[in-house]
């Protein structure tokens, strides 16, 4: 059985930093690629950013690319997302998913999802 359990949210100012990372367990973490969703109360799903499994490709939606980095350590089987420059629009419960197929911005594509971290960012 995957499990995937997210850590490192909180409460930060603007402009600060958050790391959030991401265990796997339960199978190859290699073979997945995974992604970062978030959502905001009253609000949809939004695609954050994702990685390849080989780490060789990265993609970010548009609220974030710049100030979000995603990374991912194979040989500890954990991806992580590094915040910076924190907005208040930035605030959601960001979940971290696990795609057997191929890298994607969809959420529809992720099989494996996490519980979730909140993140709240104040103004």
């Known amino acids: 059985q995957v499990q995937l359990v997210e850590s490192g949210g909180g409460l930060v100012q603007v402009g600060g930093s958050l790391r959030l990372s991401c265990a796997v367990s339960?199978?190859?973490?290699?073979?997945?690629?995974m992604g970062w969703f978030r959502q905001a109360p009253g609000k949809e799903r939004e695609f954050v950013a994702a990685?390849?499994?080989?780490?060789?490709?990265?993609y970010y939606g548009d609220s974030v690319k710049d100030r979000f980095t995603i990374s991912r350590d194979n040989a500890k089987n954990t991806a992580s997302l590094q915040m910076n420059s924190l907005k208040p629009e930035d605030t959601a419960v960001y979940y971290c998913?696990?795609?057997?197929?191929?890298?994607?911005?969809?959420?529809?594509?992720?099989?494996?999802w996490g519980q979730g971290t909140q993140v709240t960012v104040s103004p």
């Open positions: 339960g199978r190859t973490f290699s073979s997945f690629a």
């Open positions: 990685i390849s499994w080989s780490g060789g490709s990265t």
């Open positions: 998913a696990a795609s057997q197929n191929f890298v994607t911005r969809y959420s529809t594509e992720y099989k494996y």
